[in-house]
C-alpha cells in the first residue's frame, strides 16, 4: 500500500515536472524565437502544444496517456 502512494506522488511529480517544462521552457523558446506554435511529444504519452490565437493570445494545451 505504501509502494502505491509513493509511485502516484512520483507519478504527480512526473505531470507537474511536464507542465512546468511546457509552460516555462517551451513557453519561453516560443516567443523568444517568435514562432507561431511549437508541439512537444516525449513520446511515451505526453504532449505540448502552443500556438498563438488570431488574437495574439497564447493557447496551451498539455495532454498525457497514464496507464494505471
Known amino acids: ?9 512520483d507519478a504527480d511529480t512526473k505531470k507537474l515536472n511536464w507542465e ?4 516555462q521552457d517551451v513557453l519561453n523558446f ?3 524565437h ?3 506554435s511549437i508541439t512537444v511529444d516525449d513520446g511515451a504519452g505526453k504532449k505540448g ?3 498563438r490565437t488570431a488574437k ?3 493557447s496551451v494545451q498539455i495532454t498525457s496517456n ?3
Open 1 to 9: 500500500m505504501a509502494q502505491d502512494i509513493l509511485d502516484q506522488n
Open 20 to 23: 512546468a517544462f511546457i509552460k
Open 30 to 32: 516560443l516567443m523568444a
Open 34 to 36: 517568435s514562432l507561431q
Open 49 to 51: 502544444v502552443i500556438k
Open 56 to 58: 495574439g493570445e497564447l
Open 66 to 68: 497514464e496507464k494505471l
